[in-house]
């Protein structure tokens, strides 16, 4: 299944885009597949199918997760971001 993904702060910086899409059931899967495509984003934002301390994602602008099991259903938009990036 394909979500959306937003960037911001430190993860844009690192992935070189603020919007791109990735395959996954929950977000783990997200996280793996956005590292095996990003790898400057994984070195410093994301621990194998975890984020690393620091940063948090949101599911659909609702609710702030980093539980890798955390399910995600078609349509939905991860936002990823460091916690600092809300200024």
Known sequence: MQVAVELFG???????VARTTAVGKC??????????RYPQLA???IDGRC???GFTANVGGQRFVTD????L??????LLLSLDAGG
């Open 10 to 16: 430190i993860p844009r910086t690192r992935a070189g």
């Open 43 to 45: 070195d410093s934002c």
């Open 68 to 71: 890798p099991q955390t399910t």
């Open 27 to 36: 977000l783990g899967d997200v996280l793996a597949d956005l590292s095996a």
């Open 73 to 78: 259903e078609e349509g939905d938009t991860v």
């Open 51 to 53: 984020l690393r301390p």
